[in-house]
């Protein structure tokens, strides 16, 4: 399920299931002039939000990913109606104790929000509500309980795929065309895209804030 975020007006919100993807063809654009969108995917632990943003960056099954820390940064630029979109995706961990307190940036500036549960396991879509809750708590629009029939009701789509299933390559990759047609349509904005190494040292300081903290 992902939220696509208009800054300054109502939100769209799209369902997707996870169970996997994969690219068809890889292409490489001028990156120089690309508008630039930020996505987070969030979602329970182990639900698969790493293998499905690395299928549509790397185009492949990660094999053997392991917990992600923090947060991991993917990018794709796509060429839409002869315009570059450069999508920066951030995949944030699922396990509590590695979010810690690099959740304020996850949420800063963001486009749009994709929720990930595991359709084999019902307690990562119980959790959904949850992660909508922590969305509005960070002002990412307003938010309504997931479901097929709420999704219908308000007309979102939903996505149903999987990361390991090459066959399902395009549904993988609908996700996320469509929430890059619909952010295309805004106003132009373009960020000031921080750099790996630089968000690195941001989650580092934190860290070492947090060790040193005696509450
Ligand atoms: N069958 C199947 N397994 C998947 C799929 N996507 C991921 N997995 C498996 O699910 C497990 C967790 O995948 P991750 O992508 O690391 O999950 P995550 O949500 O990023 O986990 P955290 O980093 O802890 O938040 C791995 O063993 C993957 O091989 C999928 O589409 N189908």
Redesign the pocket.
Same mark, same amino acid.
């Given at each position: 399920m992902a939220i696509e975020n208009k800054p300054g007006e109502e939100f769209d919100i799209i369902f997707s299931r996870?169970?996997?993807?994969e690219l068809s063809s890889h292409h490489e654009y001028d990156t120089t002039h690309a508008r630039i969108f930020k996505i987070i995917v969030i979602?329970?632990? /182990?639900?698969?939000? $790493?293998?499905?943003t690395?299928?549509f960056c790397g185009g492949t099954?990660?094999? /053997?990913?392991?917990? $992600?820390?923090g947060v991991d940064f993917r990018e794709r630029t796509l060429e839409l109606d002869g315009e570059s979109i450069k999508l920066q995706i951030w995949?944030?961990?699922?396990?509590e104790r590695?979010r810690k307190s690099m959740v304020e940036h996850y949420y800063r500036s963001v486009h749009a929000v994709i929720f990930?549960y595991?359709v084999?396991s019902l307690s990562s879509f119980e959790s959904i509500p949850e992660w909508i809750q922590e969305c509005s708590r960070h002002s990412v629009g307003p938010l309504v309980p997931p479901a097929q029939c709420l999704a219908d009701s308000y007309n979102f789509p939903l996505f149903e795929?999987?990361?390991?299933?090459p066959s399902?390559k395009e549904n993988v990759d609908a996700i996320f065309l469509t929430l890059a047609y619909r952010l295309k349509s805004h106003k132009p904005l373009r960020l000031k895209q921080p750099s790996e190494s630089n968000l690195r040292q941001m989650w580092n300081q934190r860290e070492r804030e947090a060790a040193t903290c005696q509450c």
């Open positions: 996870n169970d996997s993807l979602g329970d632990s /182990n639900v698969g939000k $790493t293998c499905l690395y299928r099954f990660l094999k /053997n990913p392991e917990a $992600t820390i995949d944030t961990a699922g396990q590695f990930v595991d084999t795929t999987s990361a390991k299933d399902e």
